[in-house]
């Protein structure tokens, strides 16, 4: 079994982070410091639960003055930038700093510097060009909505990609994990303007937050990113991609004017499934629904296809609720027959509980559902 990821607060992780707090703090007691964050409680306190502790506990070592202790967290900042080998390696594609050194200074200004904003924003400024930052910007823009969101649209032409990518991750409406942002949910329109400036940029990681900024608007404002995405098309190769990727909740929901928009026609008569197989009625938790079909193409010139599969998984209270499944994008060739097989996983995992009984799959072909086949999951 996987290690759990609260576990990476360890002795490792506390030599190296106490091994930097000497050299910023005067006086300080490492020891002191790690027997605090190490009570009676620790083993029983979750991830975030870690987060909150150890970020209370650095507060009482660092300087009660909040301007003066953010100072200090900068000052670090700056050592471990010089004297790190890792950081003479920072690109767009990784961040210098590792994460669980990240989040506690996240923490500390999410928790103690809503008040001042100032000294805060500069500071996230400063953190975000070191590691993730998207978590902290979100209580920001809750206090401070028109402020905070015109700070985010300066950073969308900040020099530093990680400024940049802080700009749209930072006001995501719906980013997992972090504080709700309901005023974004219901008028995204502030944060247009940061992915107009954001979608052509060099960075991938800048462009795939653009992209999970528009799938997220998706789940409450369709209409604006269905206009945007016809607007934006044909732009670059990179735009085209932000686009549908930002759209494939929309895909996988199969509205037509998606559909289309990427290229994938009504099949109407001219695709059919056939000889529709499953390997095993019965599927045990932790195998595989083994399934394979024929897909034909009856008319006489290529179909570009998006193949899915939709699972209805068996909900607790008896009823059935479906989440699609990508098989593939390609094109058929006219008066084709091809045989598809797949294998589905029923494999226990900590994001997703299983409940026994009746399930269905049924495949779904540029948007449209064929018909739903039954199997039962057992023990």
Not at 144 to 166: A, C, F, I, N, T
Not at 169 to 197: F, S
Not at 203 to 221: E, G, M, P, T, Y
């Amino acid at each position: 079994m996987a290690e759990p990821f609260k576990n990476m607060y360890n002795k490792q992780f506390f030599d190296l982070f106490t091994k930097d707090l000497r050299l910023v703090i005067d006086d300080f007691d490492a020891h002191g410091f790690v027997s605090q964050i190490m009570d009676d409680e620790w083993e029983g306190r979750e991830l975030k639960q870690r987060w909150i502790h150890i970020t209370s506990i650095l507060k009482k070592f660092l300087p009660a003055d909040y301007k003066e202790a953010i100072a200090k967290i900068l000052e670090l900042l700056d050592h471990v930038k010089n004297t790190r080998p890792d950081f003479s390696v920072i690109d767009d594609t990784k961040f210098g700093l590792m994460l669980e050194y990240g989040v506690i200074l996240n923490n500390y200004v999410e928790q103690y510097g809503l008040d001042d904003y100032e000294t805060s924003v500069k500071a996230i400024e400063k953190i975000t060009q070191f590691t993730s930052c998207e978590f902290v910007t979100h209580p920001f823009i809750i206090k401070y909505p028109d402020k905070m969101m015109k700070q985010m649209l300066v950073w969308s032409k900040h020099e530093h990609w990680g400024v940049r990518r802080l700009a749209s991750e930072g006001c995501r409406p719906r980013l997992p994990w972090a504080m709700a942002l309901p005023n974004l949910k219901k008028d995204p329109t502030p944060i247009i303007p940061i992915l107009e400036n954001l979608k052509n940029d060099p960075a991938r990681f800048v462009r795939l937050s653009v992209a999970n900024n528009l799938n997220d608007i998706v789940k409450d404002n369709p209409e604006i990113v269905i206009d945007l995405a016809k607007k934006w098309k044909g732009e670059s190769k990179e735009v085209d991609w932000i686009i549908k990727h930002g759209c494939r909740t929309l895909l996988k929901q199969g509205i037509p004017e998606v559909m289309e928009l990427f290229g994938f026609d009504s099949i109407r008569n001219n695709i059919s499934v056939e000889d529709f197989q499953i390997s095993s009625p019965k599927v045990k938790v932790g195998d595989s629904l083994e399934f394979g079909f024929n897909l034909l193409n009856h008319s006489n010139k290529t179909i570009k296809i998006r193949l899915e599969y939709g699972i209805y998984y068996q909900k607790a209270n008896g009823t059935l609720t479906k989440k699609v499944h990508k098989i593939s994008e390609k094109e058929y060739a006219g008066n084709s027959t091809t045989r598809i097989t797949r294998k589905h996983s029923f494999r226990v995992v900590t994001t997703r509980k299983f409940h026994l009984g009746l399930h269905q799959i049924a495949i779904i072909i540029n948007g449209s559902e064929f018909e739903k086949y039954d199997f039962d999951l057992i023990e």
